[in-house]
């Protein structure tokens, strides 16, 4: 009975708090829009006549009223009506549906006194909501409660969970992903004073951890192996099946859910998070059954796990919209100085970084780190857990202004800021909390291979194989170069005239499909797809004599894989060099690629969507750069350098990723690390079994998004 009371007493006094904030935020509101009127000349209050402050007051108090009530009860319903709409384009429309939303509130004051101009009311709206928020969040600094329902808003929850469902349950775990941020960058970062939050870490006793990532030292790859134990076959960022005549691209969704379906069927397994798991901003579900922005999931319809909803979570919070659109705006202006900086300094080595490219900046350095963020909040507080979440940031622009520089080190200061909210908001949730910082891989620095040589990969490989060149690529050195070294192999090979176009006379027959050159970093693939198996070298050498040649003697580049059908496989380097991939050592032609790259290179191998050939650029160990083969001057896909040591940053309390001596080598073994770590907070993790692991697929995300004519009936998948 006594219980009950003071339950109630409670109840009355959160309601009285919460009245009186209320209040405030209006008073408030109401004192800013008296202050916009007497500034800006488009915007009034007053009738025609003229009014006295307390009537002006009392209509600024109608319309700051209006506009609030609007913003809490039409504005959700709007952004839900816009999920269809791209992020990018929301973020943009907030500014106009913000301002919309003050001029119905102007609308409907009696007598007609407020009124302002359509431009004019959009930064009154920004203004406005900016003010709200602040006093609102100001009040709720010392009241725990109404700090926790602010961040259940801004999450999308309705409610906290109930303590019940707590008791006695052991700590949570938020794996943070900083994509792209390696082993190298994070200790520079940390030194720097970059990152207070991560040194703080540091200093308390966190463990860092390198890790060596596979061949394909690039996101998907690397998060399927950690969210989903496996990454077999997944050769690269992209690449040929022949089977079933389609490119594969891991951030496409369709291929995403075929990769993540795969895996799951491979392990038996749902995946890191199939107990009480959220997964944010990430590429694979991991399992989990709470999504926001998980691409492998976008074509889900449900109404609870609905990837795009955690937009709507974020976005249905005007001043949070505002907040996001006004960081969005700033961004863009950033990166176009920058860029024009870099331009006017003749900063090399350079890409281009116009178009949308700031825009895509901004949507990954902001709205997708703010909502990731805000989706993490929330999730904690929920008592969730297992969450892993992926903070794209820096990855994206290291690819355009190169893994090292005061571009990047903006970035990385801005995601500590992210990081020490996220421990803040877990001394506020239901359960301690375990914070696990990690990345997929790292990015190493250089000029482009297309920027080296004057010609791309497929330029190269058209030379080879005798085809037409553009222009361009014929003036070049290298070039020249390569097509001269195409005549003499086709001359010696063949014993017969070349003309000058490259091709043989008349006397060979019809010339074959052109090859598929695909590029995922510095690590390229070249197949052919009207041969339905993976072509030996030998057969590659009798349709074109000067390719394989032409492509291991290059300069910019380090090192050919392809099948022999006398040797099972080899590795072609410059100066004749052959290694038989049975035998491949560290040492040799993979001797500057350091330690594990023979096994990274035979793994890869035995994989059965691996290229009719596989081309890795040249590294320098002196000055860590490689070549891209996309218009990047930070990459990664490949061997060389910073791209292949990622890290692990784990709290003092949970158990050594390796033993003493060891090294943490490939994605699967971070993989079974995590799963121990989370075995040793909530105690065992019960797999799910393989009929209820199966990955829902909708019928728009089956269709490929690139399909190559393949003639002859397709083979069927065998992972099917």
């Not at 058209?462 to 050195?477: D, S, Y």
């Not at 060389?640 to 699967?668: K, N, T, Y």
């Not at 799910?688 to 004519?709: D, F, H, K, W």
């Amino acid at each position: 009975m006594g219980d009950g009371r003071w339950g109630g007493a409670d109840r009355w006094r959160s309601a009285g708090r919460t009245l009186a904030r209320v209040l405030v935020v209006w008073a408030v509101s109401t004192l800013t829009m008296l202050v916009l009127a007497g500034v800006l000349p488009d915007f009034q209050l007053q009738s025609a006549d003229g009014d006295s402050f307390t009537r002006t007051a009392l209509t600024a108090a109608t319309a700051a009223g209006a506009f609030g009530l609007l913003g809490a009860l039409v504005w959700p319903v709007v952004v839900r009506a816009l999920l269809l709409v791209p992020a990018l384009v929301l973020g943009l429309l907030v500014f106009f549906l913000n301002g919309s939303l003050l001029l119905i509130a102007l609308w409907v004051i009696p007598d007609g006194r407020g009124a302002a101009a359509p431009e004019t009311a959009v930064v009154v709206a920004a203004v406005m909501s900016a003010v709200a928020s602040a006093t609102s969040t100001a009040l709720a600094v010392r009241d725990d409660d109404a700090y926790r329902r602010r961040l259940y808003r801004l999450t999308g929850r309705t409610r906290p969970r109930d303590p019940g469902d707590s008791a006695g349950a052991g700590p949570g775990t938020v794996f943070l992903q900083l994509d792209g941020v390696g082993h190298h960058v994070l200790r520079g970062a940390v030194a720097d004073g970059l990152m207070p939050t991560v040194a703080g870490w540091l200093d308390a006793g966190h463990r860092l951890t390198p890790w060596r990532t596979d061949w394909s030292s690039q996101t998907g790859a690397s998060q399927l192996g950690i969210l989903h134990g496996s990454n077999e076959d997944v050769p690269a960022f992209r690449w040929y099946e022949k089977d079933t005549g389609r490119i594969m691209v891991s951030n496409r969704p369709a291929s995403a859910v075929e990769l993540q379906r795969r895996a799951v069927h491979r392990t038996g397994d749902g995946g890191l998070l199939t107990v009480d798991g959220a997964s944010r901003g990430n590429l694979f579900s991991g399992g989990a059954d709470q999504l926001a922005l998980v691409l492998s999931m976008a074509a889900r319809r449900g109404r609870r796990n609905r990837s795009r909803a955690g937009y709507f979570a974020y976005f249905s919070d005007p001043a949070n919209a505002v907040r996001t659109a006004g960081s969005l705006v700033a961004e863009c202006v950033r990166e176009m100085y920058q860029s024009t900086r870099a331009r006017l300094r003749r900063e090399a080595p350079r890409v281009s970084r116009g178009g949308t490219y700031p825009f895509v900046r901004a949507f990954a350095t902001v709205v997708e780190r703010d909502v990731v963020v805000s989706a993490v909040m929330g999730d904690m507080l929920a008592g969730r857990t297992a969450v892993y979440a992926d903070l794209v940031a820096y990855d994206e622009v290291a690819h355009h202004s190169g893994p090292h520089g005061r571009d990047t080190d903006q970035v990385l200061a801005r995601l500590d800021r992210a990081i020490a909210l996220i421990a803040t908001v877990a001394e506020h949730a239901p359960r301690p909390y375990r914070i696990v910082l990690l990345s997929d891989h790292g990015q190493s620095p250089g000029e482009t291979f297309e920027s080296a040589y004057g010609l791309t990969l497929k330029d190269l490989v058209r030379a080879g194989c005798g085809l037409p060149v553009p222009r361009r690529v014929r003036r070049t050195p290298s070039g020249s170069e390569a097509r001269d070294a195409a005549r003499d192999a086709l001359r010696s090979a063949l014993h017969r005239p070349v003309d000058e176009s490259g091709e043989t006379a008349r006397e060979l027959p019809a010339r074959p499909s052109e090859p598929v050159v695909l590029a995922s970093g510095n690590l390229g693939l070249i197949s052919f797809p009207d041969v339905r198996h993976r072509m030996t070298r030998e057969e590659i050498d009798r349709r074109h004599p000067a390719l394989l040649r032409t492509l291991a003697h290059h300069p910019g580049v380090g090192f050919v894989l392809v099948a022999s059908a006398e040797h099972g496989s080899v590795v072609l380097a410059r100066d004749g060099v052959e290694v038989p991939v049975a035998e491949l050592a560290d040492g040799g032609p993979l001797a500057v690629f350091g330690r594990g790259a023979a096994a990274a290179v035979r793994r890869t191998d035995g994989f059965p969507h691996v290229a009719d050939i596989m081309v890795n650029s040249m590294y320098d160990p002196a000055t860590g750069t490689v070549h891209a083969f996309e218009e990047q001057i930070g990459s990664h896909g490949g061997l060389g350098g910073e791209q292949s040591r990622a890290f692990l940053l784990s709290p003092p309390d949970l158990s050594p990723p390796v033993g003493a001596g060891e090294e943490l080598v490939g994605a699967e073994r971070v993989h079974r690390v995590l799963r121990r770590w989370l075995r040793e907070s909530s105690g065992p993790q019960v797999p799910i079994g393989p009929v209820a692991a199966t990955v829902e697929i909708s019928p728009s995300a089956r269709e490929t998004e690139s399909v190559l004519p393949v003639e002859g009936p397709v083979a069927p998948d065998k992972n099917h």
